[in-house]
């Protein structure tokens, strides 16, 4: 059986934009909100993050913030406030100028992660609703989005 160019140009036409879908040339957008791990119905793991300005960004020179790459953005730039809940105290953790990771990019269920100077790592999930938060040393935690 023969196929004419016509057919193969349509069944073409037809399967490329499902494939495109499974395989994303971009990541997904930063969703601003607050995420938390939690342990026996407390959170011991928070992460909010809220859009900011350019020129708060600026002014952040590097510290807790991100600038989003992704296609579908509707902020360029947000604020990350990640802290650890323990014996009722708070400690906080700082990203250090995170830049989009190419290593772990486009992981299948992993959307796209970003990195900083000291080895933390934020993936970005294809659910908007989960992140998670890489230490280095196999210590990992997905937070889960508790807000809109």
């Known amino acids: 059986m023969k196929l004419s160019k016509s057919t193969i140009l349509l069944s073409l036409s ?10 994303s040339s971009y990541p997904r957008p930063i969703t601003p909100g607050e995420y938390q791990y939690s342990e026996n ?3 011991t793991r928070v992460m909010i993050i809220q859009p900011i300005t350019e020129s708060e960004f600026n002014l952040a020179n590097g510290l807790n913030v991100v600038e989003d790459i992704s296609k579908d953005k509707t902020n360029n ?3 990350l406030n990640y802290y650890l809940i323990e014996n009722d105290t708070k400690m906080s953790f700082n990203f ?3 830049k989009d990771n190419p290593r772990m990019a486009f992981k299948p269920g992993h ?3 970003y990195q900083d ?4 790592l934020i993936r970005l999930f294809d659910d908007s609703n989960e992140i998670r938060i890489d230490h280095g040393n196999y ?3 997905i937070l889960r989005k508790i807000n809109n």
Not at 14 to 23: A, D, K, N, R, V
């Open 77 to 79: 730039y947000y604020s």
């Open 96 to 98: 250090i100028n995170l």
């Open 111 to 113: 959307g796209f992660s």
């Open 117 to 120: 100077e000291n080895g933390l």
């Open 41 to 43: 119905e407390h959170p």
């Open 139 to 141: 210590e990992q935690y």
């Open 14 to 23: 037809c399967i490329t934009p499902l494939i495109s879908g499974c395989f």
